[in-house]
C-alpha cells in the first residue's frame, strides 16, 4: 500500500492547484505492481472507474510522486498529482 497527499488543477496549466483527499493505492493480489509493503515502480500507470468518479495516474521517482488526471460526478476532467506520505 502507498499512500499520496493529492492535489487537483482545473482551468489552464498555469493555473494554482488545490488540495484533495488523500490516495491510499492497493492492489493486493498484483504485488508485482503495487508491492504491499511499498510504492508502485517507476512508470507504472494506473487506472479506475466508479460512481464517484475515475482517474489514471503514472507513477514516477520510484513511486514517489504521481500525474494524471481525473473526473468525480457531474464535473469535468482536472489535472490530478500526488506525493507519497508513506
Sequence with gaps: ???????I???NPGDPWH??????????????VIPSNGRPPTGTTVSWSGPRG???????D???SFSGTAQFP?????SYR?????
Excluded at 457531474?74 to 482536472?78: C, F, H, Q, S, T
Excluded at 500526488?82 to 508513506?86: K, L, M
Design 74 to 78: 457531474g464535473e469535468g476532467p482536472v
Design 1 to 7: 500500500m502507498a499512500t499520496y497527499k493529492t492535489q
Design 62 to 64: 520510484d513511486g514517489a
Design 19 to 32: 488540495d484533495d483527499q488523500a490516495l491510499e493505492i492497493t492492489i493486493a493480489n498484483r504485488n508485482a
Design 54 to 60: 475515475n482517474a489514471t495516474v503514472t507513477f514516477f
Design 82 to 86: 500526488g506525493q507519497a506520505t508513506s
Design 9 to 11: 488543477q482545473w482551468g
